[in-house]
């Protein structure tokens, strides 16, 4: 039994001498000392030994079990290591890679400008009103009656405005201002609104002018409030807007739904008010029309002019945007050339 247990040995450690591989080794303990390995069947014909002999037949076997598996522990840690070192540099991730890139989305430029617009009067104590109190297609109640424009008024001619065949009234607005209406029906003052929106005129489209483009309607409706209060809040919305430096005027001016009115003009930033093809020759560029809301107006929606005053204001986005970025092409922001949208991506 000793010379097979020292056989079972040498046999043994040359299979682990052989070995080359974590794999290998672990087929060399299975065949030696796993439950069912060579020297657990020898070792199940220890009891038929002597006690004598047990003893040192026993102290051998466990002598060499405690080698062998100590060779093989030493031999795997080696193998593991090394095949562990392998794998990492095989599988080494050259974090130093660029990634890929991925292109960002961002807004249309008229977005973000009626987005920057709409948070100053924001800041300013106004709220947007939401689109439903608006709507693109509208009535001429909405559009034209309610905000004291006369009947034979030149705006309302089919040359001016878009009608629809859904009925005879019904049109593609040609303002934002029927949103005052909207606004101020069967509620009672203060009333601080705004209300952004795309607007439709019957125009011939030209550098200067589209048939569809943008407005962003204001109206504020209190006990008290004056001129100077119209022209406070609009003095403080271009300073914001454009900062200190952009010369501005207030017009005279005339519109059906507000006494007196006003037009604002700002530098034209294409000559700096030298006069160009931009502006006309004239230096300026009209940004909003505005004015105090006609008593009519407020009579009509239900809001005593004796008790309440207001005021009101329309802005076109798109002379808004082009004023400050030095656009010169109405037609830009909607020919959907990225070369052009691309240069707003903040
Ligand atoms: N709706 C006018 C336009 O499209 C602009 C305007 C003028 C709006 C005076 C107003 C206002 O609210 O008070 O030309």
Not at 88 to 113: A, F
Request: aromatic fraction near 10%; charge should be negative; glycine fraction near 8%.
């Amino acid at each position: 039994m000793k010379e097979q247990l020292e056989k079972i040995y040498a046999d043994a450690a040359a299979d682990i001498e052989k070995a080359c591989t974590v794999k290998d080794l672990e087929d060399v303990k299975f065949k030696y000392l796993s439950r069912k390995g060579e020297f657990n069947e020898i070792k199940k014909g220890l009891k038929d030994l002597s006690v004598e002999d047990k003893k040192i037949v026993g102290a051998l076997a466990n002598d060499i079990t405690q080698k062998l598996e100590t060779s093989i522990k030493e031999k795997f840690q080696l193998f593991y290591e090394k095949e562990l070192n392998e794998k990492l540099q095989k599988e080494k991730i050259d974090v130093t890679l660029p990634g890929q890139y991925i292109p960002r989305g961002h807004v249309h430029p008229l977005t973000s400008t009626t987005n920057e617009i709409c948070s100053i009067f924001q800041s300013l104590g106004f709220s947007i009103v939401p689109d439903e109190f608006g709507p693109e297609v509208e009535t001429e109640y909405y559009n034209f009656d309610m905000l004291n424009v006369p009947k034979d008024h030149p705006a309302r001619d089919m040359q001016d405005t878009f009608y629809t065949n859904i009925a005879k009234n019904v049109v593609l607005r040609s303002q934002t201002s029927g949103s005052q209406i909207h606004a101020m029906e069967g509620k009672n003052p203060p009333i601080r609104i705004i209300a952004p929106g795309r607007v439709y005129r019957n125009e011939n489209v030209n550098s200067r002018k589209n048939n569809f483009f943008h407005q962003i309607e204001g109206l504020y409706v209190d006990k008290n409030i004056t001129f100077g209060d119209l022209k406070g809040v609009l003095n403080e919305f271009i300073r914001i807007y454009f900062g200190e430096s952009r010369p501005t005027r207030f017009r005279s001016s005339f519109f059906p739904f507000t006494e007196p009115s006003a037009e604002v003009d700002v530098q034209c930033i294409m000559c700096g008010g030298k006069g160009c093809r931009t502006c006309s020759g004239t230096g300026w560029l009209e940004i909003l029309g505005s004015g105090m809301v006609d008593p009519n107006v407020l009579r009509g929606v239900g809001i005593d002019p004796d008790v309440y005053s207001g005021f009101a204001f329309g802005m076109g986005v798109e002379r808004l945007a082009m004023l400050k970025y030095a656009i010169d092409d109405i037609r830009l922001f909607f020919n959907n050339d990225v070369r052009f949208s691309q240069q707003f991506h903040k």
